[in-house]
């Protein structure tokens, strides 16, 4: 799926300095995931997002990929690239007025930014690292709070911490085992930790029927 989005990403970046209103695009782009996300969380992160394709298919083949700084898994960090992306976004287009072609040209603007930003990560830490921090995830994640959410068997995770290691953004299941779940914002949906893990310990659900697996295990 990946391969399919991975092409807007020259075509908006690239096609945009020519025609603008390829920036548009993006705004598509925002409406579909917004959507998915009320249903399936960051699914769009983890399947669908092309630049995250990019990060993953051709920016993995040069990166040095160590890992992440502890810096990325703060809260308080996300919020600020969080505010500070949704700021510079906010005064462009506060700036574009009404005109299709300023809009679309700050969409674009605001996906060069972004991918400056994650290939300067990337190349060093792992190559999805800046989607730790990408405020579309960010959106994604606080409208999908309890949606879809990644849940850990109690009693069949091992806490071997291979989870953690094929998680593109380092998130560890297995160290949130006594919470039973994993928060939405800290979770791609892409599956990875699910299938490579080797009690089957891990699976997709709602926050309700998390909480009703951890009470029937309490009895």
Do not use: H
Not at 19 to 32: F, S
Not at 51 to 79: A, D, H, Q, Y
């Amino acid at each position: 799926m990946q391969w399919l989005t991975m092409p807007l990403v020259p075509l908006v970046i690239v096609g945009g300095y020519f025609y603008p209103l390829l920036g548009l695009v993006i705004v598509g782009m925002i409406a579909v995931f917004m959507n998915i996300a009320l249903f399936r969380g960051r699914y769009f992160c983890g399947w669908f997002c092309g630049l995250g394709g990019v990060f993953e298919r051709i920016l993995s083949k040069v990166s040095l990929n160590k890992p992440m700084l502890p810096l990325f898994t703060k809260k308080w960090f996300r919020w600020l690239m969080f505010g500070l992306m949704m700021s510079l976004l906010g005064s462009r287009l506060y700036m574009s007025g009404s005109d299709p072609e300023l809009i679309g040209s700050t969409f674009r603007m605001m996906w060069i930014v972004s991918l400056g930003f994650a290939t300067a990560f990337g190349l060093i830490l792992k190559p999805r690292t800046w989607c730790t921090v990408c405020p579309m995830g960010t959106m994604q994640g606080l409208i999908s709070k309890n949606t879809y959410l990644l849940r850990v068997d109690q009693g069949k995770c091992k806490e071997c911490g291979i989870c953690k290691k094929s998680c593109p953004i380092e998130t560890d299941p297995g160290a949130l085992k006594a919470e039973g779940q994993v928060p939405s914002l800290d979770c791609m949906r892409c599956s990875n930790c699910v299938v490579n893990c080797p009690t089957k310990a891990l699976s997709f659900g709602s926050e309700q029927k998390s909480m009703k697996s951890m009470k029937s295990m309490s009895k």
